[in-house]
């Protein structure tokens, strides 16, 4: 394994901007997002400060799925736009400091890809070992399936070869049998090609699932998946030296420690903190910070070429399944008592501002502590301007409608009838006509300005990113404190109050006298620590402080 040289972790301090084509802009006016389309709107996200975009799946599709079925890992689907366009975007995007990600699907295909269509001709196609067979079919129920609300089992009867093939998502997505080398050999030459055309790495989908067993046939202990992981980041470092592997990873803490690959990290670089997103939210709905203090306390330490990936929100569901059943209907009754709010009786599909009722005290706390944890933070289209779901639109799609950039028709997305649009945005409060991009960008007190200003103060403390976190002890239980400190000695204490009572957050740092904490987030602001190295700090109903130490030979801030 090549060992990686620190200069080349970009990620460790990258602002991270998930996107999905379709319904980010539409350049050609045919109601449906485009590649041309994107490129015209990276001005907009270098304005803001986003270093990466993470493109959801832009390949030709089954359409069953948003994407995530897909008929060629090659291509571009045609709606969307052409190789050269994508070519362009990746271009443009480098010229505005922004790398560019791509979503990779390892574990499945659509049942229309060629290689599964072969498969199905006879037991004996040379694509049929592509796939998971089984010649009856195994044990297999509800609770198995990702997709509960369409599938009772992992298992799909294939009429023509009257065999059983395994798809842990829709039966229009059967496994791919990652243990086959030739199917390994066909992902390395998917990843080699879009490395070519300039992406810095991938989004890597549902890692887990790729090496689930679930009853399949063969022996398991012929195939190592962990060793398979590392090959993979191999072969990727390999063609480009600084790529990212970030993963889906919604597994307990030690698990993904094994996603990550060994002592030097030979894994993915990156893995998303699903246990601390999940408690974020169990903290909000009881007031308490408690339950996220407590998993940040439990996250294992990681090797330095490895990484967190902090979120709020993403394309999914909320998810909420590695929390009791308890746990999970608090959450579900303060942010979504309606059950048409929840999915699959473990999530919510909600975007944070309509969970808050609008409350933009709530909303900025909860950004502010993502930005200030340790780890990389990583946004969801909209969500610098609140966006809200449209649950009128079905399952999961409910918080990926179009996005809204001005008040005027169709947000300013397309200039297309709004029939044609991928799916219906939001009314009412969150409404485009209350809710976009353009009035943000020119009120100086809106939430779009706060997001900026919260990703610049963030860039401009790169050793956040580096930096490992330490729980401070607090008499109230709706206050996290905890400090980001990073082996140079550059120290911050973010404090966050989850209540909505003022209080005072008492620090205590032990620092030598002298020492002070600047608050990065309130106009430098200095605050004097005592001879003993202690404070303390007043904050709001759901305030939020970012304050660096600052020892008496350091250089001033600015």
Sequence with gaps: MRKIETGDLWWKNAVFYCADIETFYDWDGDGCGDIRGMTERIEYLAGLGVTCLWLMPFYPTGRVDDGYDIVD????????????????LVRTAKSCGIR????????????????????????????????????????????????????????????????????????HQPDLNIANPVVQEEISRVLGFWLELGVSGFRVDAVPFLFARDGAPGDPGVFDPYEYLGDVRNFVTRRVGDAVLLGEVNVGYQDQKSFFGGPDGDGLNMQFDFIGMQNVYLS?????????????????SLDITSQWANFVRNHDELTLDKLSDDERQEIFDAFGPDPDMQLYGRGLRRRLPAMLGGDER???????????????????????????ENLD??????????????????????????????????????????????????????????????????RSQPEIGWSTPEILNQPNPAVLAHVCREKSGWAMV?????????????????EAPGCKLVDLLDDLTEHELDDKGRIEVGLEPYGYRWLRLVRPDDPPII
């Design 494 to 510: 973010a404090l966050h109050n989850f209540g909505a009572e003022s209080c005072l957050a008492p620090v205590q740092l032990g």
């Design 393 to 458: 639109v079905e399952g999961r799609f409910a918080v990926r409608t179009p996005m809204q950039w001005t008040n005027g028709a169709n947000g300013g997305f397309s200039k297309a009838a709004k029939r044609k649009l991928p799916r219906p945005q939001p009314d009412g409060m969150y409404g485009p006509d209350r809710v976009n991009a353009a009035d943000q960008r020119h009120d100086h007190q809106s939430f779009w300005w706060f997001m900026r200003n919260l990703i610049y103060t963030y």
């Design 100 to 171: 560019v990600i791509v979503d990779f699907v390892m574990n499945h295909t659509s049942d229309r890809h060629p290689w599964f269509k072969s498969a199905c001709r006879s037991t004996d196609d040379p694509y049929r070992d592509y796939y998971v067979w089984s010649a009856t079919k195994p044990k297999s129920s509800k609770k198995d399936v990702v997709f509960p609300d369409k599938e009772d089992s992992l298992w799909e009867r294939d009429p023509k070869t009257d065999e059983w093939y395994l798809h842990h998502f829709l039966k």
């Design 362 to 388: 709530r909303m900025r706390m909860a950004y502010s502590l993502m930005f200030s944890l340790p780890g990389t933070p990583v946004l969801f289209y909209g969500e610098e301007i609140g966006m809200a």
């Design 73 to 88: 890992f090659f291509g571009v689907d045609p709606r969307l736009g052409t190789h050269g366009d994508f070519v362009e």
């Design 284 to 300: 909000m709905a009881r007031g308490d910070a408690r339950p996220i203090a407590e998993a940040l306390m439990q996250r294992p």
